[in-house]
């Protein structure tokens, strides 16, 4: 297949067609529109759906309908969106359901503006609504792993039959780059479990209400067995240069790249810089920090927010090193001379 | 003493016992005289009567009625307060062969879902919405719902529902009613035997519609309410007789059943070999690419007026590039910037992996008006390589220490037939200035970028007038 130069909003929507999504659920909002805009082009020339719903609130509740009739479903939106669909994503990791939802975060909070940032951070890996459940968490960091991440999403959704969060920002969604998209398609499939108007499936029941505490408790219980499963099998990062690295950077998304060249700028100045960079938020790569903390001397997070994965870092090296934080926000995107200027200053 | 005898028996379409209920399998969690027993008689017989039910797909909504799902023997759903029409809509989209049905109370679809029912039925969704309107909440012990009568007393309504405060009673079939998509939508009541029996007539009718493929169809059933109400289920009766059916008049609001036309039958589903045609992935660059040893970090910026091209410009620039073997990002500026009538993009070409495809420093700028040139002109790397569209440069804008070239870019366009691929003569121009690509390369991506036919042409030659133009007599300012 030939490389395509791409928006990664555009490659997202391809890679969620070859993986076997036959329904979009969305409401506009600037930066996520051309997701929006590209599944209304794709998916119903695929033998889908796409209905643009009357708001976010309505737009989840439809990934809901989709996703309990067994049709790979997702939706999209950026931050005020996010929020409105909190509700919806609880009840669909209650009922456990299957979907994929991509967060094209821009700056916040309130209407904030349309510039890239990575401050929904929280609302994505630790819940967001209401309960003791999660989404699992995506977080790409080019056009391609727009594409191949959402690609995976769907897999990860079915496998564990929760929502999965692609969480990437403004910027990984408007910009172009070289794409090569994946040859073998996801042929559509009811799984068992759904309901879909026919007699197989008339004892099935889609539901997250369990009236007895016991009940209740069994059913958060399973749902926290699937997290920590979840942890074990799916956890996915990419080491850069840490095999000897003293000094230990943390940052994904759009974020990770830049730390690539700061990385490079201080190995040239004789610093033994690395980089780890998650690709699965949610699960968090705990351990694989935990194992650098034995080896690095201090690590350095940096994000498009005022510090809100820096928390997960710090719980991770469990106080055994100092983390330092740098964080830009309101849609800036730090650029590496800015970044070694601060290492200098504070480590 | 004769035995006594049960000539109705309990529907098909309910369970034999309510297992999901946990205890008291036998009976329903309903009150004493509550209407929800009596619609639910209704739906399951109608269900059983059109022989549907392995197909019927029931949406449980939060209330009393949450808990439709002990009762019915189908395909059940339960969903967030307010949100059925919705997870309707996707749900019969999905199975179009589906019966789906909806079942909601008047705080769950007048008030919290009011936009979703709105919608649904603007939609015309071929799905049936069930509403039961007993004019107060009762799951929650009975605050005022949109339905509530004028006057009456609640628990949120303690000296009446006032109309300064609270509004007036919601007429929902109504408000359905005018919207054009709704095909069918009844009130019917639960107050006699007469009442009871017409609600039927509608909820089967209602059903026949759906079937029939003809669109939305919903039956807003008056309720009695004794517990909350304080009436015994007597007098609850009368009071949906005399006191809602007064106020909601009962019948037919709308009914098109008729004249209207079933709704088109979805687009057969392609095959999956189909895929890559339909989402277009053949097209993209095939050319091998020649491997770059020599180091390339071109950083651009292009900016100018909406319409002079300079999204275009920087997206030939990088397809180029990845034809050419180079790693390449376009961004674009986007959102109320698009709109203001300025427009610029940034443009990575690099031998190496592009960390940030934000240029804040470029080694490029490409300023095709004034305010572009004063904007960017202070964020040019020394060294840097300026062109400005214009035939000179601002003396306060010159800056030491940069290669600034000025050229009426669109002037040249002109001579060439079309100040449209200006755009593609500055791009020559860069090309010649830089060496960073040979012009064939640009050639070969053209088509990807430039969709119709007619332009190419000029477009090629642009490039190479483009290309010309840095001739010793076009003042350079170092």
Known sequence: MPKQLIKGNEALVKGAVLAGCRAFYGYPITPANEIAESAAVYLPQAGGVFLQAESEVAAINMVYGGASAGVRTMTASSGPGMSLMCEGISYIAGAELPCVIANIMRGGPGLGNIAPEQSDYFQAVKGGGHGCYHALVLAPASAQEMCDLTFLGFDLADKYRNPVIVLADGCLGQMMEPVEFPTTPRAPRTPDWAVDGTAAT??????????????????????????????????????????DAELVFVGYGIVARILKSVVEKLRVQGIRAGLLRPITLYPFPTLELRRLAGQAHQFFVVEMSTGQMVEDVRLAVEGRRSVEFYGRCGGNIPTAEEIVEEVFAHV | MSELKCIHGKADCFYEHYERKGEAQHQTHYCPGCGHGIAHKL???SIDELGIRDRV?????????????????????QVAHGRAPAVATALKRAHPEAIVISYQGDGDL?????????????RGENYTSIFINNAIYGMTGGQMAPTTLMGNRTTTTPFGRNVFNDGYPLHVSEVIATLEAPVYVERAALGNIKQILQAKKAIKKALETQMKGLGFSMVEILSPCPTIWKMDPVDAQKHVREGLAAVYPLGAKR???????????????????????????????????PVHHETVDFRVKVAGFGGQGVLLLGQLLAEAGMDYGLEVSWLPSYGPEMRSGTSNCHVRLSNKPVDSPFVSSPNVLIALNEPSLRKFIATVEPGGLVFYNGTTIPADCIRPGLRMHAIPFFSVADELGSTKVGNIVVLGALLSATGVLPLEVVDHALPRVVKAEKWIEIDRLALRRGASLLSPEVPVHV
Do not use: M
Request: hydrophobic letters at 40%.
């Open chain 1, 202 to 243: 008339r004892p099935n029941l889609i539901s997250s209400i369990y009236l007895q505490p016991d009940d209740l408790e069994k059913h958060v219980l399973k749902l926290d067995a699937k997290y920590k499963r979840a942890h074990i099998e799916e956890t996915r990062w990419e080491n850069y240069r840490t095999d």
């Open chain 2, 43 to 45: 739906l399951a017989e």
């Open chain 2, 57 to 77: 797909i029931l949406v449980s909504p939060v209330g009393c009625s949450v808990f439709l799902y002990y009762y019915f023997d189908v395909g059940n759903v």
């Open chain 2, 110 to 122: 007048a008030a919290i879902g009011s936009a979703e029912i709105l919608h649904a039925a603007n």
């Open chain 2, 255 to 289: 009914d098109r059943t008729r004249e209207a036309e079933p709704r088109p039958a979805p687009v057969p589903a392609p095959a999956l070999e189909e895929l890559p045609r339909i989402l277009k992935l053949d097209k993209g660059s095939d050319t091998p690419a």
